[in-house]
């Protein structure tokens, strides 16, 4: 076998290997969720056994599903589009009319993703009382669209950086004002980098829990808090929390495998030359 | 209809001055040609005309009235860039409508117009498509349409056929020459090709370094190059250059001498240069002449041929004489040297420029006829 085609080969088994690694705690708890709790115990490991929906009956009857999934639905995409509507006119801003402090600004956007959460969370928590913004949708999508939007700035920056200037330039020839630029020329050209930038947003505002087990009680409490609240006093229970959890990233991974296929489709579009 | 005037125009990065105290004067319905090699600031200067980049010094008039301040658009010029940069996006009729459509126009006038663009460059059957399924010379013709539908005052062009294959380049260069025609717009044009500067332009614009080496027709600056570097710049093969010594000046003309002592007499005027100064001869590849061994002429040059190259209609043999100095010649196709012949060249001084060792020539004593063809222009109302 030539060594090429032998290279090939290991990095394929390799990727394999990877993707398994990833996996597999997700499949570990798919499974989980369909064994009785004396299986999901055992000290061996079964993938035989005979499969019950019960922690799924046993799950919604104890907390309504669906309140906190749309809770989720709407703190993840509200928050997105709200960053979306700041982060779009920076990240132009930025690529296209940079001046001398451009790159420090970027930068220091990043740094503020350094500081650990708790640092910050005893001010926030009193603004928000203050504000009446406590387990609200409204508190959650201001704090997760500040969160990513340092990310998402970023990504975008990086997305309009690969239009090229001419293309913006004859568009200024052709009359266009900055935001003329923007909406007819700029965005329209972006839509892959806009959808996958925003999909990451909707995914990282749909796992984050810090600020959701401590801004929110029930009325806006996201699947995060749905979740956390199966690890209870009385004790794990295995197969309840994988129904729960399985239940939780059901949406997410769905809708991740469908716009998936709109990227790829997105990624092809346009050439320029 | 639109003229254009440069007073004094500055650009500075920095502390660079890229380019310095630049003037000059496009006429009405001209083709002008910026040309100069990379980095020499001509399309500085022709962004700077559109509006694309910021004038640090200067003025910048359309029509007599100064618009350094005013945004690209109000400025009434159209451009066309050399990656074409069409809106990918958009099909090639909403391309060439942008401008129209910003600008608030009906999308019935919007279609006349575009139709009328489309019908002159034979765009007709494309304006549906999008710009990726397009050739290189389709989407040229459509980077065009999208200027001529904005009726501009000035048109201006940006290295536009670089990205074009050869063949495709003549045939893009002929048809913008005749739109200049039909258009009876002005145009500035710029490229790093001498070529398409000979062929297309009224008046050639060489600059170098920041500054203007010489403006002028095609055949005058061909004829009469101001300084070597116009001279070196302009005409392909390049100009040959032979160190020499005057030896001597008169009214005919000057006389130097090459480093073998051969005596050419070349009648440009000598005012100012005495016997034993320094200076460059230039003489024409195409102005050389090989010769058969001639004992009445003592003046050829003895030597041998280092490369033949035959284009079939003409050849090119690059010769060492003079120990060691190379010398192109320009020849028929029937040429029959070889590599390692032995070759003697015959300079005709008439033909030849001198250059002071500042770079400047010596000025010709008569203006070379050809030099004129075309300085009267040509009436407009002609054509139509």
């Known amino acids: ?273 | 209809m639109a003229t254009l005037t440069l007073r004094n125009i500055k650009k500075v990065y920095g502390d660079v001055e890229v380019i310095q105290d630049l003037s000059l004067d496009i006429e009405d319905r001209e083709f002008v040609v910026l040309v100069g090699p990379s980095g020499c600031g001509k399309s500085t200067l022709l962004r700077m005309i559109a509006g694309l980049e910021e004038i640090s010094g200067g003025d910048l008039s359309i029509d007599g009235e100064r618009v350094n301040e005013l945004p690209p658009d109000r400025r009434g010029l159209a451009m066309v860039f050399q990656s074409y940069a069409l809106y990918p996006h958009m099909t090639v009729a909403d391309n060439m409508a942008f401008a129209l459509r910003l600008a608030g126009v009906s999308r019935e006038e919007r279609m006349a117009k575009v139709g009328e663009a489309a019908k002159i460059l034979h765009l007709e059957p494309l304006l549906d498509r999008k710009p990726r399924a397009l050739s290189g010379g389709q989407r040229q013709r459509v980077a065009i349409g999208r200027a001529i539908v904005r009726e501009p005052r000035v048109f201006l062009f940006d290295e536009p056929l670089s990205n074009l294959d050869a063949a495709l380049r003549v045939q893009m260069r002929i048809e913008i020459a005749r739109l200049h025609n039909s258009l009876d717009a002005t145009m500035v044009y710029v490229t790093h090709d001498q070529v398409e500067a000979m062929t297309m332009a009224d008046k050639i614009v060489v600059m170098n370094a920041g500054h203007i080496e010489q403006v002028g027709s095609p055949l005058d600056l061909y004829h009469h190059p101001e300084s070597l570097f116009v001279a070196g710049f302009i005409g392909s093969p390049k100009m040959n250059f032979i160190d020499a010594k005057v030896s001597s000046v008169s009214v005919d003309g000057t006389t130097v001498a090459l480093s073998d002592g051969t005596e050419v007499t070349v009648p440009v005027s000598g005012g100012g240069m005495s016997a034993g100064d320094v200076v460059t001869m230039g003489v024409r590849p195409e102005e050389l002449k090989a010769v058969t061994d001639d004992p009445a002429n003592p003046g050829d040059l003895a030597g041998r041929v280092v490369v033949a190259e035959r284009l079939g209609g003409e050849t090119f043999l690059y010769t060492e004489v003079l120990g060691g100095q190379t010398l192109n010649l320009k020849g028929p196709g029937a040429m029959t040297y070889r590599v390692n012949d032995a070759i003697r060249l015959r300079i005709d001084g008439a033909t030849c420029h001198l250059f002071r060792d500042d770079g400047k020539a010596l000025p010709r004593l008569a203006r070379n006829p050809m030099a004129d063809l075309d300085a009267e222009p040509v009436a407009p109302s002609a054509a139509g």
């Open chain 1, 1 to 273: 076998m030539p060594t090429s085609q032998r290279h090939k080969l290991m990095m394929t088994l390799l990727g394999w290997v990877v993707a398994f690694l990833v996996f597999f705690p997700v499949l570990w708890m798919f499974l989980t969720s369909f064994k009785t709790e004396l299986d999901a115990v055992s000290g061996t490991p079964n993938i035989f056994f005979e499969p019950t929906l019960e922690n799924y009956a046993a799950v919604q009857e104890r907390a309504d599903y669906f309140r906190f999934a749309m809770n989720s639905i709407i703190i993840s995409f509200g928050s997105t589009i709200l960053a979306l509507l700041f982060a779009i006119p920076a990240a132009y801003a930025m690529a296209f009319f940079p001046g001398k402090r451009t790159r420090g600004t970027l930068l220091w956007m990043l740094s503020t993703k350094m500081l650990p959460p708790v640092g910050v969370l005893v001010p926030v928590y009193l603004i928000f009382r203050d504000l009446r913004l406590l387990d609200s949708h409204m508190g959650l999508v201001i704090v997760f669209a500040l969160m990513n939007l340092p990310i998402i700035v970023w990504m975008l920056f990086t997305f309009f950086k690969e239009v090229p200037k001419d293309i913006l330039e004859a568009g200024r020839m052709d009359g266009a004002s900055p935001r003329q630029e923007l909406r007819f020329i700029l965005v329209p050209l972006s839509v892959p980098g806009i959808a996958s930038t925003g999909l990451l947003s909707v995914i990282l505002a749909w796992n984050e829990a810090f600020w959701s087990l401590n801004l929110t009680t029930v009325a806006a409490a996201p699947l995060t808090v749905f979740i956390a609240s199966f690890s209870s006093p009385e004790g794990l229970f295995w197969a309840k929390l994988s129904a729960a959890s399985t239940m939780a990233i059901a949406p997410i991974l769905i809708f991740g495998w469908l716009s998936q296929k709109q990227l790829v489709r997105g990624l092809t579009f346009g050439a320029v030359k």
